[in-house]
T-cell receptor, first 117, second 114 residues
Framework: AQSVTQLGSHVSVSEGALVLLRCNYSSSVPPYLFWYVQYPNQGLQLLLKYTTGATLVKGINGFEAEFKKSETSFHLTKPSAHMSDAAEYFCAVSHPPWGGGADGLTFGKGTHLIIQP | GAGVSQSPRYKVAKRGQDVALRCDPISGHVSLFWYQQALGQGPEFLTYFQNEAQLDKSGLPSDRFFAERPEGSVSTLKIQRTQQEDSAVYLC????????????FGEGSRLTVL
């Protein structure tokens, strides 16, 4: 079984400040890890993913995340927040060998990012 | 189309009515998922298809929920005798066969049951 915990259902930062959204996972095998973003009334869009190799991954819109096995974490960061970053962010986990189904992708409950002007 | 297409985008149903939600996945994508997203929550797995075969329906909350993908492309999620607790956004996602779990999502169908 696998699961994801996102600490903080709401995070508020000032425009230009560092964004840090926390994600911890539980998996009995080495995971694949994802961050998705959801804008209001839209579907989920992939920000970035970790499968194998370099543990620091870069995604779209200036976001990056680092896989830390020892901490079972995959926190999302962005050096300088922009108003357009306001959205819901979901961390998700799957694992190899990927076989779809209920373990195809398991999501956290999400973190609502608020950007203060 | 280039992306996953879902219809209708919004559906209001009276309690007890049947509804059908359609998903048109990315062309050539073998795998198709349905998720339910309640307000303020993350997506929750409902069911999974590989081509026309429904390989996992463990997330369907009751026997009122039924999904099909008869020709391995378009899928329909049907909810019979809708209840207020069925109000949610229903998300469809697809992916190709060689995958790590990166899913491509539609914009969802928002169901409101009165």
């Amino acid at each position: 079984a696998q699961s994801v915990t996102q600490l903080g259902s709401h995070v508020s930062v000032s425009e230009g400040a560092l964004v840090l959204l926390r994600c911890n996972y539980s998996s009995s095998v080495p995971p694949y890890l994802f961050w998705y973003v959801q804008y209001p009334n839209q579907g989920l869009q992939l920000l970035l993913k970790y499968t194998t190799g370099a543990t620091l991954v870069k995604g779209i819109n200036g976001f990056e995340a680092e896989f830390k096995k020892s901490e079972t974490s995959f926190h999302l960061t962005k050096p300088s927040a922009h108003m357009s970053d306001a959205a819901e962010y979901f961390c998700a986990v799957s694992h190899p060998p990927w076989g779809g189904g209920a373990d195809g992708l398991t999501f956290g409950k999400g973190t609502h990012l608020i950007i203060q002007p | 189309g280039a992306g996953v297409s879902q219809s209708p985008r919004y559906k209001v149903a009276k309690r007890g009515q049947d509804v059908a939600l359609r998903c048109d996945p990315i062309s050539g994508h073998v795998s198709l998922f349905w998720y339910q997203q309640a307000l303020g929550q993350g997506p929750e797995f409902l069911t999974y298809f590989q081509n026309e075969a429904q390989l996992d329906k463990s997330g369907l909350p009751s026997d009122r929920f039924f999904a099909e993908r008869p020709e391995g492309s378009v899928s329909t999620l049907k909810i019979q005798r809708t209840q207020q607790e069925d109000s949610a956004v229903y998300l469809c996602a697809s992916t190709d066969s060689a995958n790590t779990g990166e899913l491509f999502f539609g914009e969802g169908s928002r169901l409101t049951v009165l």
